[in-house]
């Protein structure tokens, strides 16, 4: 496996925080904002699979805001490959 070593965007990290704060938003959403937040100064941190299943969710989902797409794809950008090279 490759080590990564991304970090959280400020941008993605505002949006993340914004999630979280939304009463409206959905388990799946802020559990990869918080993934994607818990990564902003951590580069040594991975997505776990459970919170980058959620991400990936959140993607596919058409009724998600912006912000949780962003957070969702800052949290899958930080998770490790599965494939050897």
Do not use: W
């Amino acid at each position: 496996m490759v080590k990564k070593t991304e970090v959280t965007s400020k941008r993605a990290a505002s949006a993340a925080s914004k999630v979280l704060r939304n009463p409206n938003s959905s388990k799946k959403a802020k559990s990869s904002a918080g993934s994607a937040l818990s990564q902003k100064s951590a580069p040594a941190k991975v997505t776990s699979g459970k919170a980058a299943s959620a991400a990936s969710k959140t993607l596919r989902d058409g009724r998600t805001s912006k912000s949780s797409k962003t957070s969702a794809g800052s949290a899958l950008t930080q998770r490790p490959d599965k494939r050897k090279r």
